[in-house]
Every structure is written in C-alpha cells, then in structure tokens.
C-alpha cells in the first residue's frame, strides 16, 4: 500500500475523498466538484477539487466507471489516464459523452475510479535488427486468426 497527501481546493470542501466502495475494489470512486450538462458527443474535463501528491515510481491511473459507460455511454477519454507523480495540479477527469443524450452531472456524483499503480522506467536502445518471433510484424486482429 502507498500513502497519497490530497489537498482539497476550495471548491472541493465538502466532498468525499477518494475511497473504495467495497472491500475488494481496484479503483477509488472520485467525485466530480461542479454540476454540469454533457451532451451528446461532447466531452469536458470536470473538475473533481482536489490535488495529490504521489509517490516516486508510482502513477494514479484514471479508469471509467463501468456502470456510466453501460447505462449512458459516458466514459472516459485517454483511459487509462495517467497523473505523473511530480504533477500537483487539480486532478480533472476527462468524460465523454457516447450516448445519444444529454448527460447530466451533479456536484458529488461518482464519475470515475482511481488506481495507483507502480510505474517501471525503461532505457531505450537502437538496434539495427529485432529479434524474430512466431508473431512478427502482425498487429491489429493478427493473433484472433
């Protein structure tokens, strides 16, 4: 388990913090900070009214909630979304609208999960050849063949 320090903004007071609604969650329900409208094909980035401050050789992940995206066609763009460890901005979660209706948004509504996850860094090497493997070059479907 990691330690995350949140600091609530001003047009976060009152609002839950992140926490996980059952026992065996993955992810944190957050809560949008403002009301809004979505509306169809549209997206925005709603405000949630607070900042974190996470750990080195860690990310926050922002994932969709299965239960908006099923019934509404609301979802989050750019998913899994990452916030870096050395950012302290607002955390914003970019929703979009799917569905073929309005979507709207009170202030304290669960819009969307967080999940800490530990971050691997890499070294990049250029080659002038790669190793062969059964796959090769084939993407996009290749494999379901």
Same mark, same amino acid.
């Given at each position: ?5 949140? #600091?609530?903004?001003?047009?976060? %007071? ?11 969650? *993955? +992810? ?13 094909? /549209? $997206? &925005? &980035?709603?405000?949630?009214?607070? /900042?974190? *401050?996470? =750990? *080195?050789?860690? %990310?926050?992940?922002? $994932? ?5 995206a099923l019934k509404h066609g609301v979802t989050c763009l750019n998913t =899994?979304?990452?916030? !870096?460890?050395?950012?302290? @901005? %607002?955390? #914003? ?6 569905? !073929?209706? =309005?979507?709207?948004?009170? $202030? ?8 800490? /996850? ?6 990049? +090497?250029?080659? !002038? ?5 059964? $796959?090769?070059?084939?993407?996009? @479907?290749?494999?379901?063949?």
């Amino acid at each position: 388990m990691i330690h995350i320090e949140l #600091k609530r903004l001003p047009h976060g %007071e009152g609002l839950p913090l992140p926490a996980y609604a059952t026992e065996g969650a *993955a +992810g944190m329900d957050v809560v949008s900070a403002e009301a809004l409208t979505l509306a169809a094909g /549209a $997206r &925005a &980035a709603v405000a949630t009214g607070f /900042a974190i *401050a996470i =750990p *080195a050789g860690h %990310e926050v992940q922002v $994932r969709p909630r299965s239960g908006l995206a099923l019934k509404h066609g609301v979802t989050c763009l750019n998913t =899994p979304g990452t916030i !870096d460890s050395d950012y302290r @901005g %607002e955390v #914003k979660v970019i929703l979009a609208n799917l569905g !073929d209706a =309005p979507f709207a948004i009170a $202030r304290g509504d669960r819009i969307a999960q967080l999940v800490p /996850a530990i971050v691997l860094r890499a070294s990049v +090497g250029e080659v !002038d050849a790669l190793e062969d493997t059964v $796959r090769g070059a084939g993407g996009f @479907g290749s494999t379901g063949r």
